[in-house]
């Protein structure tokens, strides 16, 4: 007979250093040992575990934990990419974020992570033709967040969204990998228009906090939007875009402003 090979599981450093985190945080504060096993530890996988946590953040007397729980670990499970792109997520905010110093921090306290995984379950939903449940997921996402992203908007991965209080994403709002944004962005149309009515973030986008993009405008990769600023024209690739209306001041400062996170610096 022929000897069996053992199999060799596929490694996830990310869930294995979150685990590790789980561990040290619990003997640092064991008041907190119920959140962190039922959040962290008591799962086997990093998609098991944001399952759980989407699911008890969005449930409600409306829709069981229980149901929206399956609904997550069936779009886990049937597209690997929705938590490949979670994975991305955390990692941007732990090297973006200067106040993340640990990959747990997401996990179970920054709504902006939160948020980002509930859309992505609910995008999910809607490319499968389930648009009545993507809408509630949408529903009880800015109730919960105050954070409303159209299921049906398409966003990267590498996503950090800083703060993350009073976010709007519209229907047909593109925004590509590796875009950090911060709380109070708006991406929205400019009327009623009902077809292709929403801005084109580029890859490596800055977004400074209450910035406004209106209307199906292109915003060039690596470029920075200014806190504050009203963006009704398009931007160009590694640009620097302030004011109501927002005009170029300059040049983007760096190669990739979305990581350096650099708000001031104009070249």
Known sequence: ???????????????TQILREGQ???????????LIHSSILHHKSIEQALSYRVSLKLASGEMSEQLLREICDEAYASDPS??????ADLTAVFERDPACHRL????????????IQAYRVAHWLWQNGRKDMAYFFQMRCSEVFGIDIHPNARIGQGIMIDHAHSIVIGETAVVGDNVS?????????????????????GDGVLIGAGAKVLGNIKVGNCSRIAAGSVVLEEVPT??????????????????????????????
């Open 82 to 87: 929705v938590a490949m792109a979670a994975r």
């Open 181 to 201: 944004m911060l709380h109070s962005v708006t991406l929205g149309g400019t009327g009623k228009e009902e077809e292709d009515r929403h801005p084109k973030i």
């Open 24 to 34: 040290d945080a619990l003997q640092e504060e064991p008041l907190l040992g119920g």
């Open 104 to 115: 747990i921090q997401p996990m179970l306290f920054f709504k902006g992570f939160q948020a």
């Open 238 to 267: 590694c640009k620097t875009v302030a004011g109501v209306p927002a005009k170029i001041v300059g040049d983007a400062g760096c190669s990739q402003p979305a990581v350096s996170m650099d708000q001031t610096h104009i070249e």
């Open 1 to 15: 007979m022929a000897e069996r090979r053992p199999i060799i599981q596929e490694l996830d450093p990310v869930w």
